[in-house]
Every structure is written in C-alpha cells, then in structure tokens.
C-alpha cells in the first residue's frame, strides 16, 4: 500500500508536532513494508529519499514565506490569506505529482500554503483521500480560532469568508479525522466534513524513551527538596507561560523551581525574563525533550488555547514525568485528573499555585501518577496509531474496489506543461 502524506513542511522545515506525527506515522508504515511519500513546501522542486522514506519538496506559489515569522503589513496578510484561501497554482502542482507518485491513497495533514484547492485536484486524478486534522485551518484562516486569550466560539466574519472554499472541499474526502475531541468537534459544528462518511479521532503518535529503567517522578530520597517544574514549548503568549511564572511567584520560597525549555521573538522572551525576575526560573533555550525531562518532577502546560493535541503533555507522560496542564484543548483527551495528571483553569495564576503547594506537600501522589500515565503512554505509540490508520485505509480501498469506484492516475492526467 502506497500511501501520499502531504503537509506544509517536513524534514530540515519541521517546526510542530504535526510534522513529528507525519514523520512517525510514515516511518511505522515503512516499517511494515508499505511504501510511503511526504509531499511539503520549500522553495524549490527537491526530491530526496532516507530510510526507505520518500520526500519531495514542491514550490510555495503565494506573496511571502508564511513561517519564517517577519512581520507583515494589514495588506501583506490580507493578501497571503485570499491566495491561500483558493489556489489553482498550487492544485496544478499536487495533482502533477499525484499522477507522477501513482499512490494508493493521499492523506492531507496540514494545508496552510497549498490550499483547500489541492484536495478536488487530487480526486480527479481518482485516488481517495483523508484529512487529518492537526488544527483550526478548515475554519479558521489563523489555524487557531482564536483571538487574544479569548477562544472563538464560531468562526469570525473573515474566517467565514477565507474558509468558505475550504469548507466546501472538506466535505469531498472519503475520511476525517481529528487528532483531538474538542478541536474535532468544533471543526464540525463549523461545518466542516458534512457528509463525509468516516468521521472520528485518532490521537497524534508519541516516541516512546529507549531508556526502559527510567520511571521518571520525584527521587524518594530528596524530601523537602524544592519541586522541579518544566515547561517546553514555543515562547509565545498563547502558551500562557505567564499563569505559571505568576503562579511561582505566590508559592512560600524554596516551594519549586522552574525550568523553561524554548525559544520565542526577542521582545517577548525579554518581557518573560523581566516577569521572572526574582523567582526561581531558568530558561534554557532549545533543548531536547528528553534532556529536559530527565530533571523534572513535574511539567506544567499552561496553555491558554484549545490545542489540538497535547504533545508536551503526551511526551511527558511517556517519559513518566507526571503532568499539570490547563483544562483546554488535546490535554482533556489524555489526562484524567487526580489519576494521569492534573488540571486546573486556563489562566488562573491562583489555582495553579494552590495545586503546587499540594503536590510539593505530597510526593507520592505525583509518583503514583506518574507510574499509571507511563503505563499508559503506549497505546500512543507509532505502531498503535499506525494500527488505526491501517484499519481506515483498507476500510476505503477496499469499499472503493467492491463498488467499481477504484481508478488510478493516469501518467497523461495532465497536460504537458500544466501547474508549472
């Protein structure tokens, strides 16, 4: 089984966990004898292949590089958004390659730079396709709905209009798939995927640590010891980490100690430090996850956005650092409170302090947590998400051969020439 995965960025590009989770999936299949193909931007033709991995790059036809993070004006933005909202350039160059990889089945992951329009194209080169869903890009044009710390309850005026196109398309696919409750189902009381046959969900795959004597969880012989917190992450405001920096500061001193893993824009991170000042915070820059992990007792995700999936959460897990996250977004699918982690209310300083001063007064409860969460990180594992996705994929192929419907690309799909 050919399967196309196609996602903005991927490899040397990869900054999110979507691209670490099309990765793992891709590579699992492999794995398995399956062949694979990642399709993402660059901005040129590029083809490269590792480990059995098939990777073509194709060009960004749109105003500017939407990742690299420079600051744009009103008419900039609203330009790049009403390209991306429909463009036939870039529907001309995935079905150009659709018919030139000849794959069983394309799975679009992130679309930010393609556009909507690729989907239609890769159905009439006669393949079936899936969505997966790693954020708010069918409903909302900043892929986040939201603005500020307030979460859209439906998408705004201009999402609407931007994604109109969008919405249309997604209801074409043979499959849906979410890789989070609460994001999935915004999504589709948005209008997204009406019709389509396969909707469910399907969380992202977790790495798990190849050092198997490590339980992770606060050392027996450290009683009194400040509590060694995390965060990882981007640095930016949605991640909240102001609620935890505030947080520290209301704990008796000697309480915990703070580590912050990530990088962010100079102005912002500047403003951290100076929030910081006083308290027991260091902030690392980027560091790997397991490097981080190793000296924790416990990772806080503060998060002030309804993240899909809870990455950090799930790695930390797997680690078997035990976890206190904000009750929003991807953390809700894998913590159960008091038994795999802990929650507390998105941007409450207060709250979070209280659960601190309980958990440093009660190391067995973070150990015990610890121990059940780890014991449970495997079923996220690449092979058991790839399970899932093998079982979805044969489901359609072979409805789609037992009704005739089975048709593949045609290497004169296209004409000479076309989408260049």
């Not at 043979?174 to 469910?200: K, N, S, T």
């Amino acid at each position: 089984m050919h399967i196309l995965f196609v996602t903005s960025l991927f490899g040397e590009r990869a900054i999110g966990g979507a691209e670490a989770s099309v990765d793992l999936i891709a590579r699992a299949h492999v794995a398995r004898g399956g062949r694979a193909t990642v399709l993402s931007l660059g901005d040129r033709e590029r083809r490269s292949s590792r480990g059995g991995l098939d990777h073509r790059e194709i060009p960004l036809a749109n105003r500017y590089w939407p990742w690299d993070r420079r600051p744009r004006s009103a008419v900039e933005r609203l330009d790049w958004h009403a390209r991306d909202a429909w463009n036939p350039v870039m529907a001309h160059r995935v079905r150009r390659a659709v018919v030139e990889i000849r794959p069983d089945l394309v799975q679009f992951h992130n679309l930010k730079g393609f556009s909507a329009a690729v989907v239609p194209a890769a159905r009439r080169c006669g393949v079936p396709t899936v969505q997966v869903c790693h954020d708010y890009y069918p409903a909302c044009a900043r892929c986040v709905m939201q603005r500020g710390e307030t979460p859209c309850a439906r998408p705004c005026r201009e999402c609407r209009i931007f994604s109109a196109p969008g919405r249309r398309a997604s209801r074409r696919h043979d499959a849906a798939i979410g890789v989070g409750r609460e994001m999935f189902d915004r999504l589709l009381a948005a209008g997204c995927f009406a019709g389509v046959p396969r909707l469910g969900v399907i969380a992202d795959p977790v790495a798990l640590p190849d050092r198997g004597s490590y339980a992770g969880g606060r050392p027996a012989e450290a009683p009194g010891a400040p509590l060694r917190l995390g965060f990882m992450g981007r640095l930016e405001p949605v991640k909240g980490l102001e609620t935890l920096i505030d947080a520290l500061a209301r704990l008796p001193r000697g309480t915990a100690r703070l580590a912050v893993a990530g990088t962010g824009e100079a102005g912002y991170l500047d403003g951290l430090r100076r929030r910081a000042e006083g308290l027991p915070v260091t902030f690392l820059g980027h560091r790997p996850a397991a490097d981080v992990l190793d000296g924790l007792d416990l990772m806080v995700v503060p998060s002030i956005w309804a993240e899909p999936f809870g990455r950090v959460t799930a790695e930390a897990q797997a680690h078997g650092v035990p976890v206190a996250a904000s009750a929003i977004g991807g953390s809700l699918d894998l913590i159960e409170p008091g038994r795999t982690g802990f929650l507390f209310p998105p941007g409450d300083a207060d709250a979070l302090a209280a659960l601190l001063r309980r958990l440093a007064e009660d190391p067995g409860a973070l150990a015990a947590v610890a121990a059940r969460a780890r014991a449970e990180a495997p079923a996220r594992r690449p092979h058991a998400t790839l399970d899932a996705f093998h079982a979805l994929w044969r489901d359609i192929l072979g409805r789609r051969s037992a009704t005739g419907a089975d048709r593949r690309p045609e290497a004169d799909a296209l004409p000479e020439g076309a989408g260049r």
